[in-house]
C-alpha cells in the first residue's frame, strides 16, 4: 500500500489549501483515514479523521478544517480554511484498514501506512 500527500505549500495566514492523498494497493472506501501533522520541534499531532463514517477533528482545528473522502478516486482531502502561522507543519496522510478503536483515532501508532508528507508554511 503506498499513500501519496500533495497540496502543500505556501499562503498567507487567512487563506486555504486543499491537501490530497491517494492510495495505490489497497481500496481505501472501508478503511478509517486520518491526517497528522509534525511541526518542527514538536510532536506528531492529530488533525483529523474518519471512523466509522464520522469525523473527528483535533482542537485546534475544528471549524477551519474538513476531512473528506472519494471513493471513486480512491483519495480522500483535507480543506483548511483560516489558516493560522501556527498550523505551519508537515502534514501526513494515514489509514487504519479496519482494526482502529475509538480511544485509538488520535494516536498515530494505531495507523498501519502513512504517506511521506507534504509541507503546509502559512506566514503572518
Same mark, same amino acid.
Given at each position: 500500500? /503506498?499513500?501519496q500527500a &500533495?497540496?502543500g505549500?505556501?499562503? /498567507?495566514?487567512g487563506? &486555504?489549501?486543499?491537501? !490530497?492523498?491517494a ?10 483515514i486520518a ?5 518542527p520541534?514538536k510532536?506528531?499531532e492529530?488533525?483529523a479523521a474518519?471512523?466509522? !463514517? @464520522? ?6 482545528v475544528k471549524? @477551519?478544517f474538513?476531512? !473528506?473522502?472519494d471513493n ?5 482531502h483535507?480543506q483548511m480554511? !483560516?489558516l493560522?502561522?501556527e498550523?505551519?507543519a508537515?502534514y =501526513?496522510c494515514?489509514?487504519n ?5 475509538y &480511544?485509538?483515532?488520535s494516536?498515530?501508532r494505531? =495507523?498501519?501506512?502513512?504517506g511521506q508528507g507534504?509541507q503546509?508554511t502559512?506566514?503572518s
Amino acid at each position: 500500500v /503506498q499513500l501519496q500527500a &500533495s497540496g502543500g505549500g505556501l499562503v /498567507q495566514a487567512g487563506g &486555504s489549501l486543499r491537501l !490530497s492523498c491517494a492510495a495505490s494497493g489497497r481500496t481505501l472506501s472501508r478503511d478509517n483515514i486520518a491526517w497528522f501533522r509534525r511541526a518542527p520541534g514538536k510532536e506528531r499531532e492529530f488533525v483529523a479523521a474518519i471512523w466509522r !463514517s @464520522r469525523t473527528f477533528y483535533g482542537d485546534s482545528v475544528k471549524g @477551519r478544517f474538513t476531512i !473528506s473522502r472519494d471513493n471513486a478516486r480512491n483519495e480522500f482531502h483535507l480543506q483548511m480554511n !483560516s489558516l493560522k502561522p501556527e498550523d505551519t507543519a508537515v502534514y =501526513y496522510c494515514a489509514v487504519n484498514p479496519g482494526t482502529l478503536i475509538y &480511544s485509538s483515532i488520535s494516536t498515530p501508532r494505531a =495507523y498501519d501506512y502513512w504517506g511521506q508528507g507534504t509541507q503546509v508554511t502559512v506566514s503572518s
